[in-house]
DNA sequence: AGTAAAAATTGATTTCGATCAAGGGTTTTA
DNA sequence: TAAAACCCTTGATCGAAATCAATTTTTACT
């Protein structure tokens, strides 16, 4: 039913099967070994770290998905991402110590904890994965850079067809399909993600589904015209079909 | 009339002044002199880097203001950051070699420029300064989701409030008035970074100037109410005061 | 299994900000 | 110093999505 995405883990460098093709030594998988810690599984709403929380550890996603969340003086809340297995939470808590957003299991995870102050030992024997690491940030700049553009810019039909495309690409990066996948998330989450209601996200996937692009049936997601989402995207040159109402 | 703002080299990194009060010797001076080249200056409107041009360097701010954007498929254009001195400029770049944004120079612009293929050498040299590249990052991360926040949940009037306020706070932190200064950036360009179209922009700086939290001519700032603009954020028990129409 | 609680859908109405439109200012450039 | 290009402001209208409201479906719990 709700058994979260388990992917094998990484015979390099032991986080997870995303990691750069590390070429180690046996001794040196030891010393790592000791550094990294494998946390016991999180459930689903539990937290993993909360706004405000003195910074320790980065953490590497295994199994399952994970949502952060900032809220602002008001007590607003966003969703500030969704994470996958092999994506690394807790980046932005560097700056000042302090992380400065929560992280929570949208269903069971498994993760990798990198304690933060074996971070320069573990530089000095993997300079790659440090590498790796700044990739992974840049990464996150980047999208972020995306995500700001389709919340000042787009339509809600836009935004719920990036959304779904860019889930697609991940699933498929996971080596699942990239046309049938469950939603980890609620209406609400994707919502509050996308910068919409939640009466907004129900009516414009219904919209969506009756112009034939995708088939939802409650978390299964059926991308039935990848043509048609990308084009809500600007990747066509025809503007989509207008819908006809029966 | 438009003299951009200028500040002092830093005495340690050479890089400018909010670096790390790092202790160089003499020879990693010289060193580090190697590394890092002091840009020409860039006009007004000059491109530093365009949206998929190779990465190969990342710069450091040392007077002026520059602007970065990200463009969509559709041709849709999002101004994702205004970085003062003292900021880092194409952190977006080392995941896949490429820029995957655009910056430009809202007036003389004096930069630093270092090599990517450096940054290793760099970093062997000075540890500190990877640490601080890190956090800068981090920060990045960190402001960003903020701003999602803020694209994603308020109105147009607690985004102007926010805005001035934390250009305000930049000002301050480069020793210059936090109440008075000069937005290096035009009415267009502040709508384009938060989301707003230009009249709308305008309209509630009228707004917010008619309540008394600023003043505003031409590109000329005074905030008077510290207190009214932090109230926009929700840093408030009460609510603002409603507008009343003479 | 049965009930309570939570999540999702659909409809009606309202609202904030986009868009359209026009006029006045202010820098550039020749 | 003209004129051209751009920038800013204000008004009127319109529309997409928020909000309010009600029902149905799904999930969780004892």
Redesign the pocket.
Known sequence: M?SPIRIQSCSNCGLHDMCLPLALTQPEMQQLDGIIKKSTPYRRNEAIFRQGDAFHSIYAVRAGMVKTTVVNARGEEQITGFYFPGELLGLNGLHENIYTGTATALETVSLCEIPYIKLDELSALLPELRRQMMRHMSQEIADEQDMMLVLAKT???ERLGNFLLRLSQRFKRLGFSSTQFRLPM???DMGNYL?????????T??KLQRRGVIK?E??EVTILDFGGLTCLNGNCDEEPEPLRIA
């Open positions: 709700n339509s809600a039909e609620s209406r609400v910068g919409l209601a939640v009466e907004t996200v129900s009516r996937l219904t939802i409650g978390k």
